[in-house]
Nanobody, 116 residues
Framework: QVQLVESGGGLVQAGGSLTLSCSAS????????MAWYRQALGTSSREEVA????????TYSASVKGRFTISGDFAKNTVYLQMNSLKPEDTAVYYC?????????WGQGTQVTVSS
């Protein structure tokens, strides 16, 4: 059973930076996209904040564009999220997701808390 393992979450002051990492526990073939989602406490759904595809094309939600940067290595099944100029409203559990013809995998989530 493949697992996605995230790291890099934590507590940071507003204006600070964090980098999240996500790696697969085993080799996954045919991943076509990797993404980061987040879910704030008390909300019922996860918001996609950044995505990267095999062509290297990235997309961002309006709320993080210009502050977050996604990067990834499809051969190594690893994705990163560099988060700068963090705001209290960025506080959430962040999840990575890999998608391909096999369906998809979710990470277990890592907490990011931004204090004001």
């Amino acid at each position: 059973q493949v697992q996605l393992v995230e790291s890099g979450g934590g507590l940071v002051q507003a204006g600070g930076s964090l980098t999240l990492s996500c790696s697969a526990s085993a080799t996954i073939f045919d991943t076509t996209a990797m993404a980061w989602y987040r879910q704030a406490l008390g909300t019922s759904s996860r918001e996609e904040v950044a995505r990267i595809n095999m062509a290297g094309i990235t997309t961002y939600s309006a709320s993080v564009k210009g502050r977050f940067t996604i990067s990834g290595d499809f051969a190594k099944n690893t994705v990163y999220l560099q988060m700068n100029s963090l705001k209290p409203e960025d506080t959430a559990v962040y999840y990575c997701r890999f998608r391909g013809d096999y369906g998809g995998y979710w990470g277990q989530g890592t907490q990011v808390t931004v204090s004001s």
